[in-house]
């Protein structure tokens, strides 16, 4: 399977633990994107790295979200002293540049569904 | 904020009918509109992508229609069949300068039933 990689498919944690959740991105793409989702809602923009350099983050990642990606390959998404509302489907994508104009589409994995209770 | 929408929540179709799924956009900076399927479970699938210099893309069964004068984008699928049945977003990109690149802003969703 060359396609995006999330782990674990399924997390659930009691309020206040911490949890990281891991994106194994397509091998090519150098650009990695993490997105939140609730039901029934589409996915909203967390943050976006180039290579291992974080570039953009959404105002929705407080300080108790930290993301990571140490060699420019996989990514990690950390969530300290987990509330009720962090309760979502996190999703990761990857896209490569092309060319000067702009993006690759984005490749969003099958995501990890985070239930706090 | 500026913000994606879709015109309905749900659409029901029979099999081998077309289906058109439309979206209102509101950011006349937008460069970038795409379509994403999404099943249970799973994360959502590109499906088709279009440039603000168009306004008209096709791919296999599916057709991408850009009216920017009115700000809408819609997507049509040929001779549907239940494996479409799945909830379909669109999304816009704002530019293309700068760090932007990729960062995609969602819609609502709109839900297909495709019925046998």
């Known amino acids: 399977d060359t396609g995006v990689s999330q782990d674990p498919r399924h997390k659930i944690t009691k309020r206040g633990q911490n949890v990281t959740f891991r994106c194994d991105p397509i091998?090519?793409?150098?650009?990695l994107y993490w997105y939140r989702q609730t039901l029934g809602q589409g996915p909203e923009f967390l943050t976006y790295?180039?290579?291992?350099?974080?570039?953009?983050k959404s105002r929705l990642l407080s300080d108790r979200f930290s993301a990571e990606r140490p060699k420019g390959s996989f990514s990690t998404l950390e969530i300290q002293r987990t509330e009720q509302g962090d309760s979502a489907m996190y999703l990761c994508a990857s896209s490569s540049k092309r060319g000067l104009l702009g993006n690759s589409p984005l490749h969003f994995g099958n995501g990890t569904r985070l239930t706090v209770t | 904020g500026e913000s994606v929408g879709l015109h309905l929540p749900t659409l029901s179709v029979q099999e081998g009918d077309n289906s058109i799924i439309n979206c209102a956009y509101s950011n006349s900076a937008s460069d970038y509109f795409i379509w994403y399927k999404q099943e249970s479970g799973k994360g959502p699938q590109f499906i088709i992508d279009?440039?603000?210099?168009?306004d008209k893309r096709q791919g296999q069964r599916v057709t991408v229609l850009l009216n920017k004068t009115v700000k809408h984008l819609s997507l049509q699928i040929a001779a549907t069949q239940p494996g479409d049945s799945a909830v379909y977003f669109c999304?816009?990109?704002?530019?293309?300068?700068?760090?932007?690149?990729?960062?995609?802003?969602f819609g609502q969703g709109t839900i297909l039933t495709v019925h046998p």
């Open positions: 790295f180039q290579n291992e350099a974080q570039l953009e």
């Open positions: 091998s090519e793409h150098n650009r």
């Open positions: 999304a816009e990109r704002a530019g293309s300068g700068g760090t932007s690149y990729g960062k995609l802003t």
């Open positions: 279009i440039r603000s210099n168009m």
